[in-house]
């Protein structure tokens, strides 16, 4: 049986952390990932044609993974979207409802 450890963040006194902080603390961190994360999304941009293909047949596109989606999605909309209406939701709100959004859409 394991055993459990009283010790918690509280206890390293490491202060609060606020945004910029945070910020500049994770920008002198080097990823080591740099190369593989552009492939990847090079290799997502050439399928823009299929996935606008796709939502003009009447199907959804569902992007999933470590990591933000956010900038491969805003270059979508840009490049195959722009005669196009689209709306562009920030889904990372936690308080945000289907109403919220309808109501801004239709005001």
Excluded at 42 to 65: A, R, S
Aim: charged letters at 25%.
């Amino acid at each position: 049986r394991g055993k459990t450890s009283n010790k918690t963040l509280h206890d390293l006194e490491l202060g609060e952390l606020d945004h910029n902080k945070i910020t500049k603390l994770l920008s002198k961190k080097k990823r080591g990932y740099e190369k593989e994360q552009a492939a990847l999304y090079n290799e997502h941009t050439q399928l823009f044609p299929q996935w606008y293909i796709y939502l003009m047949e009447g199907f959804n596109l569902v992007c999933y993974g470590v990591g933000s989606k956010r900038k491969l999605l805003i270059q979508f909309a840009k490049k195959m979207l722009k005669y196009d209406y689209h709306v562009v939701i920030n889904g990372y709100f936690p308080n945000l409802t289907v109403r919220d959004i309808l109501n801004t859409i239709t005001s």
